[in-house]
């Protein structure tokens, strides 16, 4: 089963929704044009949120029939389309897009260079490229890696940077990464390890926390049930990325440019 978030699972939504909402709020601002396609949208509700304009028309594509049933029973709306189909093969009939959005996909693929070019060549020129990718020095290539098998090709800033560069000029760089909240950091017991929870972070730094724990208590001493997974304290903003931040921030957001030619 690929890996899919669908707001009807309530546990999982709680958990990841707010920060995949947060890019499609992101992506909602900065939008150009009123032709726009949501490449690998899933089930489709960030499609559902790129066509709140009424001047809009949307094209949510997934490979997954499944996913597009999903949104087809949960997503109608005047200027929003859900298809099924190919991100690296499927041929748009009508003129090109102003802007494509394409968020948590490319790590996903075989191939991302094909996919960057396919991308480029369904845009104007000079349309609008959002992508984000999840940085793989803070999850498989982590000091204590975060595995996911439907993670195909997880890029780090380089990389990211060298498949997109032959098609687009990127205008802006941008990281989401887990923030925490104004005064958290005064709750009695919560030390440095509480800015890691949220999202795939979260599990890592509690099974970390807990260890310590049985350490100090005793090694014969049994874990908690289940180990000290609230991961309801910590959220994600989105800011500018620094230099400094390339090796540190959790997702990769970029704003990029299709090259004319």
């Given amino acids: 089963m690929p890996e899919r978030l669908e707001p009807i699972n309530h546990a999982d939504w709680r958990q990841f929704g707010h920060q995949h909402i947060q890019r499609y709020r992101f992506a909602l601002e900065r939008i150009e044009g009123s032709r726009v396609l949501d490449l690998a949208c899933g089930v489709g509700y960030g499609s559902y949120v790129l066509s709140q304009a009424s ?58 260079v094909a ?10 020129p000079g349309g609008l490229f959002l992508v984000s990718a999840p940085n793989t020095l803070q999850f498989k290539q982590a000091p204590e890696p975060i595995e996911n098998e439907f993670h195909l090709n997880e890029p780090d800033y380089a990389t990211l940077c060298a498949w997109l560069q032959p098609h687009f000029t990127i205008e802006a ?38 260890g310590g724990l049985r ?14 997974r609230t991961p309801v304290l910590i959220t994600t903003d989105i800011f500018p990325l620094l230099p400094e931040r390339r090796a540190a921030c959790e997702v990769f957001l970029l704003v990029c440019r299709r090259r004319a030619g």
């Fill in 173 to 210: 760089e941008w990281e989401q990464s887990p923030v925490m909240p104004p005064g958290l950091e005064n709750i009695s017991g919560l030390s440095h390890e509480a800015g890691l929870l949220h999202s795939r972070w979260w599990l890592r730094a509690a099974n970390r926390l807990e």
């Fill in 55 to 112: 001047d809009r028309d949307v094209i949510g594509l997934d490979l997954d029939p499944a996913a597009i049933a999903y949104g087809h029973a949960h997503y109608e709306r005047p200027g929003l389309r859900l298809l099924n189909g190919d991100a690296l093969k499927w041929r748009n009939d009508g003129a090109p897009f102003d802007t494509i959005v394409s968020f948590e996909t490319i790590e996903h693929l075989p191939d991302p």
């Fill in 115 to 124: 996919f960057v070019a396919h991308a480029a060549s369904l845009l104007k």
């Fill in 215 to 228: 350490t100090l208590l005793g090694r014969n001493r049994p874990p908690r049930k289940p180990p000290l």
